[in-house]
């Protein structure tokens, strides 16, 4: 009767031998251990190329914003030295000052300095500016990108600003004028 269980056990279920048992466990492991290394790589691969277009994309956002922030930011501290330019021509006796410009919602610093020569008519020593010549400081800041221009200007008697100078700090010479080329 136990003979009989057996090869009745043998029919309904496929017995095999201990060796054949290794090899078919081995072979199925490689084949797992084939496959998710695969996976891993080709995942790793398409991760590494995502995050790449995605700092690349990031970057450029980047500078495009801080470039047309810049600009924004040197057009409204240029904004800010015609302001005292048109301060000057009202009043050519204007005293230096040092003020806020506001241009919508961003602030424009101002300041004007006649130096010492206005007050006593005598060349000051380390005085760079000559006889009736102002200088303007504007800075203006947008989302972080600071930008200062200096001018300076020729102011007349009567009124009549001419412009000298104008500089930037961070761009080095804008427009420095001729003679008979004012800058404009």
């Known amino acids: 009767m136990i003979g009989y269980n057996r090869r009745v056990r043998g029919i ?4 095999k031998k201990v060796g054949q048992d290794r090899q078919s466990f081995h072979r199925e492991n490689l084949e797992g251990q084939a496959a998710l290394s695969l ?12 995050a790449t277009l995605f700092f690349l994309v990031l970057s450029f956002i980047n500078s495009s914003f801080g ?16 302001d005292a330019m048109v301060q ?3 009043d050519p006796s ?4 040092s003020y806020i410009f506001q241009v919508g919602t961003f602030d424009v610093n101002v300041a004007t300095d006649r130096g010492c020569s206005w007050n006593t008519g005598d060349q000051c020593p380390g005085e760079t500016l000559a006889d009736y010549q102002v200088q303007i400081n504007a800075s203006a800041r947008v989302s972080g990108r ?3 221009v200096i001018a300076i200007v020729s ?7 001419d412009l000298v100078s104008l500089s930037s700090l961070t761009s080095g010479v804008v427009c420095v004028p001729g003679p008979g080329q004012p800058c404009g």
């Open 12 to 15: 309904f279920r496929k017995e």
């Open 39 to 50: 996976v891993l790589l080709v995942g790793g691969t398409v991760v590494l190329i995502a």
């Open 67 to 82: 470039f047309q922030a810049a600009n924004q930011a040197w057009g409204l501290a240029m904004s800010g030295i015609n």
């Open 88 to 90: 000057l021509s009202r």
């Open 94 to 97: 204007l005293a230096s000052q």
């Open 146 to 148: 600071l930008r200062e």
């Open 155 to 161: 102011v007349g008697p009567f009124g009549k600003v």
